[in-house]
């Protein structure tokens, strides 16, 4: 199988819930493949930002709307642009993690999401690795290779233990994950599910490495069908 770039790839689609595994293994494909990364949660928490700096409500759904419709959110080489500021560092703080799981249920919010991460693929040949919550079930519903990335719980919040600088309290990052779970899968609009064509990929026990040998193997086999 050829690794070099290759414009023919179609959308590899990465979902699955917080600290699944899916950056770790989108960045792997993506520079295996020579295809460009997007990671569309970013989008949300930068919308999530933006309506946090305006002091809108996240209860008030046009206001909110209002606010994100006017931004360019985009992404270029792994760092999130807000109307070209560069807010890679602060979309991470736990403030914008917690509103962005609030953003992410308004569904005109969404809409203008999906549009902005569907031209981002398209400006790039319409080929990439896109991760997210709804990428197989509402953005790319026709892409060629579907993983549905799982990792038990506890595995999980050790993962964004180890990944968070200052120590937090486990107790508090285990409620925190499991509070952006249920918010996740249970809203209304686009909530993360697994498609019926989404191959499902536990990553506890499995190294990076064995996770993208999965998922390489995934692309080789939609390959050789076509
Ligand atoms: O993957 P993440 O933690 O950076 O995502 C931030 C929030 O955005 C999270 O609450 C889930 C939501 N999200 C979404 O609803 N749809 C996506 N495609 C990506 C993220």
Do not use: C, H
Not at 85 to 91: F, H, S, Y
Not at 107 to 125: A, D, F, L, N, T
Not at 184 to 204: G, K, L, Q
């Amino acid at each position: 199988m050829s690794t070099g770039a290759d414009r023919s790839w179609g959308v590899i689609a990465i979902d699955g819930p917080a600290a699944s595994g899916k950056t770790t293994l989108a960045r792997r494909l993506a520079e295996e493949l020579g295809l460009a990364w997007l990671d569309t949660g970013a989008f949300y928490r930068a919308a999530a930002l933006a309506v946090l700096r305006a002091g809108a409500d996240f209860g008030d759904e046009e206001g909110a709307v209002e606010v994100v419709r006017p931004r360019v959110i985009s992404q270029e080489g792994g760092r999130t642009l807000l109307d070209g500021e560069d807010v890679e560092t602060e979309i991470r703080t736990p403030r914008v993690t917690e509103a962005a799981s609030l953003v992410a249920v308004l569904p005109g919010v969404r809409r203008i999401m999906v549009r902005m991460q569907r031209r981002w693929v398209e400006e790039r040949g319409g080929s990439a690795v896109v991760e997210g919550r709804d990428i197989g079930s509402v953005v790319f519903p026709d892409a060629p290779v579907k993983v549905f990335l799982t990792a038990d719980s506890d595995e999980r919040a050790r993962r964004r233990l180890a990944e968070l600088g200052d120590a937090p309290e486990a107790s508090a990052v285990r409620e925190s994950l499991s509070r952006r779970d249920r918010t996740d899968a249970t809203r209304t609009a686009s909530p993360m599910r697994r498609m019926p064509d989404a191959v499902e990929i536990n990553t506890t026990t499995l190294s990076p490495d064995e996770a993208a040998g999965r998922v390489l193997a995934l692309v080789r086999a939609a390959r050789a069908a076509e």
